[in-house]
């Protein structure tokens, strides 16, 4: 029982022996501020004024260079919500969330429906899955180095263009490689 108490007794006896040292800065800490308990009206608030100035500069700072949201994360987030509607057969998420507005109405102008469209493309793809490579984003605009497969085909390596729309990257094409086709 005896070594125990020794075991617990010295980080006391070592906190006892430190915390008068730290209360001591700590006072000299507080002395440029004792005269401002003295201090009444017009001279508090000079006194104060170079304080309250850091504080707002230092705001600001910290507003202003708090960092963005990692932009090639958020289009590798994009890509794996991609990859996973177009496994699931979601065709109604991939033309309401996924696709560019553009893209949606270059599909319409075909004639049909995005998604009748995205059904009658993608009906009969078993466990297609879609792994980045790489990801660019220069401004608004996004490109992904993709290799596709699916049960059955051919992989191919594609570049998918993405676009910045409604606080979200959005699909806007797809292009094979060696091929100046774009597909939905």
């Known amino acids: 029982m005896k070594k125990v108490v020794s075991v617990v007794a010295k980080p006391f006896r070592a906190v006892s022996r430190i915390l008068p040292k730290v209360l001591g800065r700590l006072r000299v800490l507080g002395k440029p501020f004792a005269k401002l308990r003295t201090l009444r009206g017009k001279a508090l608030v000079i006194a104060c004024a170079p304080l309250l100035a850091v504080v707002v500069v230092v705001v600001v700072l910290v507003i202003v260079l708090r960092p963005e949201p990692d932009a090639t994360e958020e289009v590798r987030e994009t890509l794996d919500r991609y990859a996973a509607a177009t496994r699931d057969k979601d065709y109604q998420t991939l033309c309401d969330d996924l696709y560019a507005s553009e893209l949606v109405e270059r599909i319409r102008a075909a004639g049909l429906p995005c998604e009748v469209a995205l059904r009658t493309g993608l009906e ?24 596709s497969t699916a049960g059955g085909e051919v992989p191919s390596v594609d570049t998918v263009t993405l676009v910045k729309e409604d606080g979200g990257w959005r699909v ?11 597909t939905p």
């Open 124 to 147: 009969d793809r078993q466990n297609p899955q879609l792994a980045v490579s790489r990801v660019e984003v220069t401004g608004d605009t996004a490109n992904a180095r993709v290799r």
């Open 172 to 182: 806007s094409s797809l292009s094979e490689a060696g091929s100046g086709s774009t």
